[in-house]
């Protein structure tokens, strides 16, 4: 192993294409279904594909993430329960559109523009793979803890709708509370456990996640059966006619998906964030960029289209750092890196250089992995159309399900099930507050990164705060988050004076 | 009507013999269903993959699947607490990473290299302190002057992990100020922060910044192995020992990665697993696994395991609480000081 060639003509053998087909096909259901997410796909693939080919292993793997982030938002758009947290931010505009019969044509929309923006990541990592690497190292711990809380502040501000921003402030600093719990991994003390050793390894996120978002929408369905109820297909559409109206999107919102395609590689791109905050970070942005900010949270095609394309852009940027430095963006690439080390083949600085038919074969890979993706989504968009119609007493059980194996499969624990059932109730009441559940997903992702990238630092600048103010990048970011948080109080000052002037 | 009949009293048939084969094969010999390998750490490490790397040829000798399983958290302390609270029939398995010599000492876990039967050893995991290439320090030498009057910042992966206790006898034995330590989570981490000069410089493993130091992203200054190497490009990567003699007898130090299940698992069943564990890690694409990824191949099995797991624990519970990095009087938890 390891002498094995690995290049662009592995990709023609019909039996790597077979894998190939086969990995984006297994991920897209992985990643729909709430509670199994790409990273356990992976995760446990990894074993099964050690007797392939490298070629084969390797191709299962990419098509497996890829397929898997582009899955989970089936799920968001038709049940309103993220199949995976980084589709968290298409739920919101995704739900309301099923609500509206539109539900088949937004998950084609949501497949084309997933399809690009893994391709238009693709595009940047063929183009300008060394700098972006370069420049994402220029991001230290400072910077790093800015960027927690910009994804925490910027998903708290827009998921609250109508509601008072502050709302979705408390459920964003909840979360990095919860987030907390455990074994803090820079000094080892154990935080907020209360004595209870299951809680040394903290709350996992994904079991908080199909609670606050499955379960909840199960307890929901119960309490109120008619919320779930999908209105009749307006018009029948037919399958070309919706890929029609998908690709009209891109000339109708040119500058969201643009936008989101340079967000989500960029954030791809750095070490340790990943595609999760990618999809809030380009949905902020487009909602603030928008001509139709008020459409958002209520059914935008923009919205997610910026979350989507921002998500599956980020799965290409993940790979910039892993090919040329051999550091994975993102918990999964993590995993891969591990994939490819154990079939020899160990990415570096000068792994890219020396090695540039394997670095062509991960591009092919990315390529048909995209393409194969889009005309699996496409086509299964009819198929899952029939499964809404189901009714609710059927699919709501199915969910609850799928929240307990879900959750208890991540480690095989009760004690995450019992998180679970927890987050579920929080969830409930959360909701009847009118306090949105996203912030605190997305608080419970990014919290530790914002207690350790700030602990971190601290240390590293010898107990001085004034280095997390004192960097240009950081100032940057600060600049970023100042905006994002005062605009809307701004706007509303300005609203009410513009009310006030009329009233006289 | 009839045919429905049928159908179920067949299936109730092979239900019932089913559970009578199970039995049977019960009372004939381990293992008797898929076995679970436990990593207490994220896939992608150093035991994750050595882990990886030895369950498809203990597969094939055991003849029953194995699954692995990754189950971070807590310093390891999560996995190996998981893995004592299953039944003792030897179907869990544990890769065991040095973390168990300082989870009890840290306060992390009650569990301590006494309480597991080891498969084996199969590898070390040498340390490298590593800087930035710009960095004005340029040799070991260089390192050991500044740390005589400053107090640097030095990247590790975790509080009182095995490259902190690296640096940690690196100052001790030679008298230098200790560093402020960041822990980055990950020697992988830490290796990175060297590079994004988060730090003045990082301890991690020698394998897990390898790649960065052949492509020049990082110098190695020296590293805890025994035999000096030689890179790609012709610069050489001393021992800490073949620098400074007083060193020496410290070496291998680092990490190490071996595969363990609680004490008290029968002896038939324990001698099968290290015959399993023997066989898996000494297969020539293993050692070669190891060599390529910068491992040092140890092949340590059974009760010379334990032996080496006991000392090591010994040594790295004692520089600990006599460095300071925990309050906590090793004899307190049954360690024995070794001279």
């Not at chain 1, 509670?35 to 796909?41: D, S």
């Not at chain 1, 779930?228 to 029948?236: D, F, G, I, P, S």
């Not at chain 1, 609850?400 to 929080?426: A, E, P």
Request: aromatic share 10%.
């Amino acid at each position: 192993m390891g002498n094995e060639i690995v290049n662009l003509l592995s990709l023609f053998s019909p039996v790597t294409f077979l894998y190939l087909c086969m990995g984006t096909f297994l991920g897209i259901v992985v990643g729909a279904l709430p509670g199994l997410t790409a990273t356990m796909a992976v995760s446990i693939l990894i074993s099964l594909t050690y007797g392939l080919s490298a070629a084969n292993a390797i191709v299962v793997l990419i098509a497996v993430y890829l397929g898997g982030i582009y899955g989970g938002s089936r799920s968001a758009i038709l049940l309103n329960v993220p199949g995976t947290p980084s589709s968290a931010a298409t739920a919101i505009d995704g739900f309301p559109l099923t609500l509206k019969g539109e539900g088949g044509r937004a998950g084609v929309v949501v497949t084309t523009f997933s399809a690009l923006g893994g391709l238009f990541g693709l595009v940047i990592l063929a183009v300008a793979t060394p700098l972006i690497a370069r420049f994402a190292l220029k991001f230290g711990y400072w910077e790093y803890f800015w960027l927690a809380m910009m994804g925490v502040l910027i998903s708290a501000s827009i998921t609250t709708g109508d509601a008072p921003n502050y709302k979705g402030i408390i459920a964003g600093f909840i979360g990095m509370l919860i987030s907390c719990i455990g074994i803090d991994p820079i000094h080892g003390y154990p935080r907020m456990i209360f004595g209870y050793s299951q809680m040394m390894g903290g709350i996992n996120l994904v079991p908080a996640m199909i609670g606050l978002f499955g379960m909840a929408e199960a307890f929901d369905a119960i309490k109120n059966p008619k919320s779930h109820e999908v209105m009749e297909l307006k018009k029948k559409e037919s399958l070309p006619a919706m890929i029609g109206a998908s690709f009209k999107m891109l000339v109708k919102y040119p500058r969201a998906a643009i936008q989101a395609g340079l967000i989500g590689t960029f954030i791809g791109a750095l070490p340790g964030v990943g595609p999760d905050i990618a999809s809030w970070v380009a949905y902020g942005t487009a909602k603030r960029g928008s001509k139709h900010p008020e459409e958002y949270g209520k059914g935008s095609y923009e919205g997610i289209i910026a979350s989507e394309t921002a998500n599956n852009a980020a799965t290409s940027g993940v790979f910039i750092p892993l090919l040329t430095l051999g550091i994975p963006g993102c918990a999964v690439s993590a995993i891969i890196l591990g994939g490819m080390q154990m079939h020899g083949f160990r990415p570096g600085p000068t792994f890219f250089f020396e090695n540039p038919s394997f670095v062509y074969f991960i591009a092919g890979t990315l390529l048909l992995v995209n393409i194969v993706m889009w005309l699996q989504g496409v086509v299964l968009t009819s198929v899952i159309a029939k499964i809404l119609k189901a009714p609710m007493g059927i699919i709501m059980p199915l969910v609850v399900v799928l929240c307990v194996v879900g959750s208890y499969t991540i480690s095989l624990r009760k004690f995450d099930v019992v998180v679970m059932l927890i987050f579920g109730l929080f969830g409930m009441v959360m909701r009847k507050l009118k306090i949105p559940g996203a912030p605190m997903a997305l608080g419970i992702i990014l919290g530790s990164m914002a207690d350790l990238s700030f602990r971190r630092g601290m240390i590293a600048g010898r107990f001085s705060i004034g280095s997390f103010f004192a960097r240009p990048l950081s100032l940057v970011l600060i600049g970023i988050l100042a905006f994002a948080l005062l605009l809307p109080v701004v706007n509303k000052i300005r609203d009410r004076n513009r009310a006030r002037n009329q009233n006289r | 009507m009839k045919k429905r009949v049928l159908l179920a009293l067949i299936i109730l048939a092979c239900v019932t013999l089913g559970v009578f084969a199970q039995g049977a094969a019960e009372a004939k010999a381990f293992p008797v269903r898929p076995l679970v390998m436990i990593v207490p750490f994220n896939p992608g490490g150093a035991t994750d993959l050595l882990a990886r790397k030895a369950q498809p040829k203990m597969e094939e000798i055991l003849g029953k699947p194995i699954a692995v399983q990754n189950m971070a958290g807590g310093a390891t302390a999560i996995g190996n607490q998981y893995v004592m609270d299953q039944a003792h029939d030897g179907h869990t398995l544990l890769a065991q990473p040095t973390d168990i010599t300082s989870i009890a000492i840290m306060g992390q876990s009650k569990l301590t290299s006494d309480d597991w039967a080891f498969l084996g050893i199969a590898a070390a995991v040498p340390s490298v302190f590593v800087v930035h290439p710009d960095s004005k320090i340029k040799t070991i030498q260089d390192l050991v002057a500044v740390m005589k009057t400053t107090k640097l910042t030095a990247a590790v992966a975790a509080s009182g992990c095995a490259w902190t206790r690296a640096i940690g006898l690196f100052a001790d034995q030679l008298k230098l100020t200790l560093p402020q330590f960041v822990p980055s989570g990950g020697g992988y981490t830490a290796a990175v922060s060297a590079m994004k000069k988060e730090v003045d410089f990082a301890a991690c493993g020698f394998a897990e910044a390898i790649e960065l130091i052949k492509g020049g992203e990082l110098r190695a200054l020296a590293y805890w192995g025994v035999e000096p190497v030689t890179l790609p490009n012709g610069t050489v990567v001393p021992t800490f020992g073949s620098v400074y003699p007083a060193l020496k007898t410290f070496e291998p130090f680092g990490g190490w990665v071996g595969m363990a299940v609680p004490k008290g698992v029968p002896a038939d069943v324990l001698a099968k697993l290290i015959n399993a564990y023997d066989v898996a890690i000494h297969q020539p694409d293993f050692i070669e696994f190891c060599k390529q990824s910068s491992f040092m191949f140890m092949g340590k099995i059974g009760a010379d395991a334990d032996a080496f797991a006991k000392l090591s624990t010994s040594v790295n519970a004692y520089l600990m609480y006599d460095l300071g990095f925990t309050p906590t009087d090793p004899a307190t938890l049954g360690i024995q000081r070794v001279k």
